[in-house]
């Protein structure tokens, strides 16, 4: 019978263990961006930031608080390598009022490309046009959190969150 304690304290051990290495460590962070969206869908990025995760559904975020196209406007934004290489789902985003604290949170989760690798965020006119405009937000390349279940690739939450 104590042989049969010592075991199950071992297993119960071992795995409180394994479970504390599964832990995230990524924050939700609020790194800013500004730049000018370029005209004809040419893309616009900020500089990488390197995204540790082994998980696509460990999602990266975006949230455009401010366009001088206005606000309610559109801009498709995505996580590309600085070789141009695409490594998520692109997400429509809509400018908020140009507030610090307006516009919509995304969560996005990544490719495989994006594991393991720096990456930056990438933005496009969300239609052809000749003309620019600049856009300001806060973005994070690794949330630490993951993807829900009911959700396929990305989900939104409410103003700030």
């Not at 829900?148 to 990305?154: A, I, L, N, S």
Request: with cysteine; hydrophobic share 25%; glycine share 10%.
């Amino acid at each position: 019978m104590k042989k049969i304690r010592v075991i199950a304290l071992g297993t119960i051990l071992a795995c409180s263990i394994g479970l504390g290495t599964l832990s995230v460590e990524a924050g939700n962070e609020n790194n800013k961006y500004s730049f000018t969206i370029q005209k004809d869908q040419k893309n616009s990025y900020t500089g990488t930031e390197y995204r540790q995760t082994t998980t696509e559904r460990n999602t990266w975020k975006v949230r455009m608080y401010k366009s001088t196209e206005g606000t309610n406007t559109v801009t498709t934004y995505w996580l590309e390598k600085s070789n141009g290489t695409n490594v998520s789902p692109s997400v429509k985003v809509t400018a908020g009022s140009g507030g610090l604290n307006s516009g919509r949170n995304h969560y996005v989760k990544g490719n495989a490309g994006a594991n393991a690798a720096n990456v930056r965020l990438t933005a496009e006119n969300n239609n052809v046009s000749s003309s620019t405009y600049s856009v300001n937000g806060y973005w994070d390349e690794e949330t630490g959190r993951i993807l829900p279940g009911q959700y396929k690739e990305t989900y939104t939450t409410e103003y700030n969150k």
